[in-house]
């Protein structure tokens, strides 16, 4: 099973909700990534957690909230999001301690309003 | 992580081999140099890396300069499929970042 498996695939919220984007990876990886993408733009990352730590944060907002429960699982909480926070978010997990490609789900499409 | 630097667009004739270039100039001794690709609505997808060698897969041939300031992607039998975003990155070995510049974007022609 190599696949990062991102739920939903497409979200709607208003700017007063609490949502969850989920992340679930079966490889063994340790190292696990949020990144966000707008449109025509590149992916730019968010949080890195290696072994289950959050490890790398860059500089986000607060009400993105990571969370990871386990090595197999990422979560990423919203709350209070401005219309701007709407792109594509993408999970990707790699092996850690070693150069290895990273694998990406197909992102959950969210839209703020 | 060094900058890279490539093309903003390119094209390619179905069936031909399309290379790809990025400058990597500042590079580091112990950097490597991934390929992704993104296809349209989808996340991005490892192609390849490497340090000093050429390396080649079931998808693609890195070609590294031997002063390793630059780098060429080819993909030997272009088809359609292959229209996406190209990323080349730089990255240090141990760096949990993987930080992605604007890419080429590469049009497969019919």
């Known amino acids: 099973d190599t696949e990062v498996t991102q739920t939903p695939k497409h979200l709607v919220m208003g700017m007063t909700n609490k949502k969850s984007l989920k992340c679930e990876q079966h490889m063994g990886h340790r190292a696990m990534y949020w990144y966000k993408q707008k449109a025509k733009k590149p992916p730019e990352l968010m949080f890195v957690y290696s072994y289950e730590k959050l490890s790398i944060n860059e500089s986000v907002p607060s009400r993105f909230s990571p969370e990871c429960p386990n090595s197999s699982l990422l979560n990423l909480h919203l709350h209070a999001l401005q219309p701007e926070d709407s792109a594509l978010y993408l999970c990707?997990?790699?092996?850690?301690?070693?150069?290895?490609?990273?694998?990406f789900g197909q992102g959950t499409r969210l839209t703020v309003v | 992580d060094a900058k890279t630097t490539q093309p903003p667009s390119m094209d390619c004739a179905e069936g031909r081999a399309a290379n790809l270039p990025c400058n990597h100039s500042t590079i580091s001794g112990n950097e490597y140099v991934y390929w992704y690709r993104q296809i349209h609505s989808q996340g991005p997808q490892y192609i390849i890396h490497?340090?000093?060698n050429n390396e080649t897969n079931e998808m693609a041939s890195l070609i590294i300069t031997e002063d390793r300031k630059s780098s060429t992607l080819i993909l030997p039998h272009a088809t359609l499929r292959d229209t996406a975003v190209y990323y080349c990155?730089?990255?240090?070995?141990?760096?949990?970042?993987?930080?992605f510049g604007t890419g080429t974007r590469l049009t497969i022609i019919p």
């Open positions: 490497g340090l000093k």
């Open positions: 990155i730089a990255r240090l070995f141990g760096n949990e970042k993987l930080t």
């Open positions: 990707a997990s790699s092996q850690a301690d070693r150069v290895a490609e990273a694998f």
